[in-house]
Nanobody, 116 residues
Framework: QVQLVESGGGLVQPGGSLRLSCAVSGNIFRINDMGWYRQAPGKPRELVALITNGGSTNYADSVKGRFTISRDNTKNTVYLQMNSLKPEDTAVYSC??????????WGQGTQVTVSS
């Protein structure tokens, strides 16, 4: 079985920072793309950032210059460094991993709340 376990969410004041982690475990040959998505109440889920196995990245316009996605292939882990957080960043953040042969897997989600 493949599992994605996220950590690092919480409550932070506007302008603050958080770092999310997502560790993939299980029977894995190769992880291709990994990404972070978020869903705010009453809104559809949206892509936040994506990173390929080779390290190429893509960001939503709303987070460019503030968020950084990275990955450690030796640990099968993807990170999301979030700086200059705004109240509109409040959402449940979920990671996604595209695993060769096995398919696409999602984490359970972690709450990020930006509020004073």
């Amino acid at each position: 079985q493949v599992q994605l376990v996220e950590s690092g969410g919480g409550l932070v004041q506007p302008g603050g920072s958080l770092r999310l982690s997502c560790a993939v475990s299980g029977n894995i040959f190769r992880i291709n793309d990994m990404g972070w998505y978020r869903q705010a109440p009453g809104k559809p889920r949206e892509l936040v950032a994506l990173i390929t196995n080779g390290g190429s990245t893509n960001y939503a316009d709303s987070v460019k210059g503030r968020f950084t996605i990275s990955r450690d292939n030796t640990k099968n882990t993807v990170y999301l460094q979030m700086n200059s957080l705004k109240p509109e960043d409040t959402a449940v953040y979920s990671c996604r991993a595209d695993i060769s042969i096995r398919g696409t897997y999602w984490g359970q989600g972690t709450q990020v709340t930006v509020s004073s």
